[in-house]
């Protein structure tokens, strides 16, 4: 079992940035690939970015570019936005997963966090 928690959300000014941590207490060999969700009210939650624990790294297209994921050697997770807008304000979702990230085409992560709101003011 993993316990999942993000942090570093808030309000943030439209064209500013951000950075949110994930981190998942348990087995590393439980962590194989993580990444980050986003959801907003009334919308489907959305991919943005997964990163593997050989380093490969995959964005949805609409995030790459603005959108940076990274880990650290304790498989901290990061998430540094930049260039924000009111679109992307939302409650952004850790996810991690025994299973290489190949094989997570479908969005079903074993483990979730509770999210971390991020509000973009215009």
């Known amino acids: 079992h993993l316990d999942v928690v993000e942090d570093g959300g808030g309000p943030v000014p439209t064209g500013g940035s951000m950075t949110l941590s994930c981190v998942a207490s348990?087995?590393?060999?439980?962590?194989?690939?993580m990444g980050w969700y986003r959801q907003s009210p009334g919308k489907e939650r959305e991919r943005v970015a997964t990163?593997?624990?050989?380093?490969?790294i995959t964005y949805e297209r609409s995030f790459k570019g603005r959108f940076t994921i990274s880990k650290a050697a304790n498989d901290t997770l990061y998430l540094q936005m930049n260039n924000l807008n009111p679109e992307d304000s939302a409650k952004y979702i850790c996810?991690?997963?025994?299973?290489?990230?190949?094989?997570?085409?479908?969005?079903?992560?074993?483990?979730w966090g509770q999210g971390t709101q991020v509000t973009v003011s215009s």
């Open positions: 348990g087995g590393s060999h439980l962590r194989n690939c």
């Open positions: 996810a991690v997963d025994p299973a290489l990230c190949h094989y997570l085409w479908n969005d079903r992560f074993a483990f």
């Open positions: 990163i593997g624990t050989d380093g490969q």
